[in-house]
């Protein structure tokens, strides 16, 4: 990949109090502002064949691809586009490799063979000999440990099938094919059937879209935008197959990914059914938000909202989620700080544990007492919030938000 260019950045500062290894560590290097002095400095090492300083090739790379930055930027810099594009470029020149966590995911991920796998490997994590060797793991500290920890994280329990097995077709309404994402698909099962439920009664018709594969996030964050191209390319042509008009996210990092196909396939030569894909790609609280809404009853569980960062940041979606969740009855607390990364960043809570640890005690101090559960809207958000809560000693659940609003609906009768 090119370089991104990153002129525009005056270095303000503006964008320091929305940067969480800026907020952890108060280090310039750390600082959006401070990470783009450092990549023109490592791509001019690039250019002569050179690493660049080992210093500033750690800081570039602590950068959680959270896209906080942007949204606040005067000048709307793509940091998040030009670190991974850094990455990609000094794996391709041999002086960086991919992460452990990545080439795992490579394993699991794209196909329903490798998700199925990666499922039974969260059930073997919950059985008392799986959850010993976590515990035996957790005492080895760098990767190793940090999996063990996220462990804690998992759902009780891990269904036995993908969530695309339980998913109820049909309707009336527009058509939307929903987009069944890999860690959702295989630990978090009920939420596309519940996904689903909602669309239907939004007032759209649920198809199905059986040839769609990861959609490359993990990868493009990684430094290896060869493996999500192929990935895109699959998507496009599978949910062209599929005739949706719209394609329906529950997983933030999977939908701003797939509604940046264009910058990652910007070499296709025919790049045109990749932009009528891109337009046809919306988080589900997008189209939930717009549907009828029968009146629900109030609820007496309290509520909180963590913004994931790729809904909040990459996607500009805030307010639709807290509709949801009063319109189905739940009380609402804020969160200070709501929109602060949780530490999780696709595989960042794996192969940078120290900083993703720090957040994510950061975030769990935010979160109020008084809530119940903590609604979001990506999987390594629910899993690295569900596990900081209960090293914490709280009885309060992470949920996506879907799941909650379904419930609701559940209860009053409307589905």
């Known amino acids: 990949m090119e370089q991104v260019d990153t002129s525009a950045c005056v270095h303000c500062g503006l964008c320091l109090p929305s940067c969480p290894t800026y907020l952890v560590t108060g280090d310039e290097s750390e600082s959006p502002r401070g990470r783009v002095v450092l990549l023109n400095q490592l791509w001019g090492a690039l250019a002569v064949g050179g690493p660049g300083d080992p210093g500033a090739a750690r800081a570039v790379d602590s950068c959680l691809d959270c896209r906080a930055c942007e949204e606040v930027c005067p000048a709307h810099v793509p940091v998040g586009h030009a670190v991974e594009a850094f990455r990609a470029r000094a794996v391709q020149a041999g002086h960086r ?139 496009v042509a599978g949910f062209a197959a599929a005739g949706a008009e719209r394609v329906a996210v529950t997983a933030a990092g999977c939908g701003a990914a797939l509604k940046e196909y264009e910058h990652l396939l910007e070499d296709d030569l025919d790049r045109e059914p990749v932009r009528q894909f891109q337009q046809t790609v919306r988080d589900v609280a997008e189209l939930v938000a717009l549907g009828p809404r029968p009146p629900l009853p109030a609820r007496l569980q309290v509520a909180t909202v963590h913004d994931a960062c790729h809904l909040a940041h990459a996607q500009g979606i805030r307010q639709e989620v807290r509709d949801l969740l009063r319109w189905a009855g739940y009380q609402l607390l804020d969160m200070p700080d709501a929109d602060v990364c949780c530490g999780s960043a696709g595989l960042y809570n794996l192969t940078h544990p120290a900083m993703a640890s720090a957040l994510q005690r950061r975030k769990v101090k935010t979160i109020p007492e008084a809530a119940d559960v903590v609604a979001t809207s990506n999987p390594g958000c629910l899993l690295q919030i569900q596990a900081g809560l209960r090293y914490a000693g709280r009885t309060t659940s992470a949920v996506h938000w879907v799941d909650l609003v379904w419930q609701a609906a559940r209860d009053a009768g409307a589905l």
Request: net charge positive.
């Open 97 to 235: 490799r991919h992460p452990l966590a990545a080439r795992q995911a490579a394993r699991y991920f794209g196909t329903e063979r490798g998700l199925r796998r990666f499922q039974r490997l969260a059930q073997w994590a919950q059985r008392p000999a799986g959850r010993a060797v976590l515990r035996a793991s957790a005492r080895l500290g760098g990767t190793a440990g940090a999996t063990s920890h996220l462990g804690a994280g998992l759902p009780e329990p891990v269904g036995r099938r993908l969530g695309r097995e339980g998913v109820r077709f049909g309707g009336e309404g527009p058509s939307v094919a929903l987009f069944y994402g890999c860690v959702m698909d295989s630990v978090y099962q009920t939420t596309a059937a519940h996904a689903a439920d909602l669309l239907r009664l939004s007032g759209y018709r649920v198809i199905s879209a059986p040839q769609q594969v990861c959609c490359g996030a993990l990868h493009t964050h990684a430094g290896d935008p060869g493996q999500a191209q192929a990935w895109a390319r699959q998507n």
